[in-house]
């Protein structure tokens, strides 16, 4: 019986000694556009604060960058840097992420004045559990957390894909649409 364990690797990994950890291919790399990514959220934060009636930093980046700083632009910086997060950053699976910019897409529409999308927001508009575009905000957030999350779980299929970024935020949405005016007063 030997004291030493042998070496382990996949297919994919060179074997690694005994105590030693596999070092992922561009470690580096991918940490700086993970914490890129993440830091992306930080451009959402604007539009979040004005959405609480607190417009003075939203107001002070569109009289900085004119058009370049409204919330919609924001938003569309969020997504292109994500996707550089994605691009990459340690990101196993593609299918929770364009599914979960899709979603948050259409949540962010409904909290946002996009211009192509104002058929979007009057129509939710119209729906009283749909007309409180906050609660879509932080929606469309959560879906982004959530895609972000998944898109690193290798044994997740597209089923628990679609169930956990469009049926449990929009069903999410719906109750709190329904329940949390009444709590909250408004």
């Known amino acids: 019986m030997s004291d030493t364990a042998p070496a382990t690797g996949t297919p994919n990994q060179p074997a690694t000694a005994p105590g030693k950890a596999a070092r992922p291919a561009g470690g580096l790399r991918q940490k700086i556009f993970n914490v890129v990514g993440w830091l992306a959220f930080t451009l959402l934060i604007p539009p979040a604060l004005s959405m609480l009636k607190l417009p003075q930093l939203q107001e002070l980046i569109s009289g900085?960058?004119?058009?370049?700083?409204?919330?919609?632009?924001?938003?569309?910086?969020?997504?292109?840097?994500?996707?550089?997060?994605?691009?990459?950053?340690?990101d196993q699976r593609y299918t929770p992420v364009l599914m979960g910019y899709a979603v948050s897409f259409l949540f962010f529409s409904n909290s946002l004045p996009i211009g192509f999308m104002q058929w979007l927001r009057?129509?939710?508009?119209?729906?009283?559990?749909?007309?409180?575009?906050?609660?879509?905000?932080?929606?469309?957030?959560?879906?982004?957390?959530?895609s972000n999350a998944l898109s690193g779980a290798r044994k997740a299929t597209w089923i628990v894909d679609t169930l956990l970024l469009v049926a449990l935020p929009a069903g999410a949405l719906v109750a709190a649409g329904l329940y949390l005016p009444g709590l909250l007063g408004l």
Request: net charge neutral; proline share 6%.
């Open 64 to 90: 900085a960058l004119g058009g370049w700083g409204s919330p919609v632009a924001l938003v569309v910086y969020f997504y292109i840097i994500l996707f550089l997060r994605v691009f990459f950053g340690s």
């Open 122 to 146: 009057d129509l939710s508009a119209t729906v009283p559990f749909l007309s409180y575009p906050y609660m879509s905000f932080i929606a469309g957030v959560v879906v982004i957390l959530l």
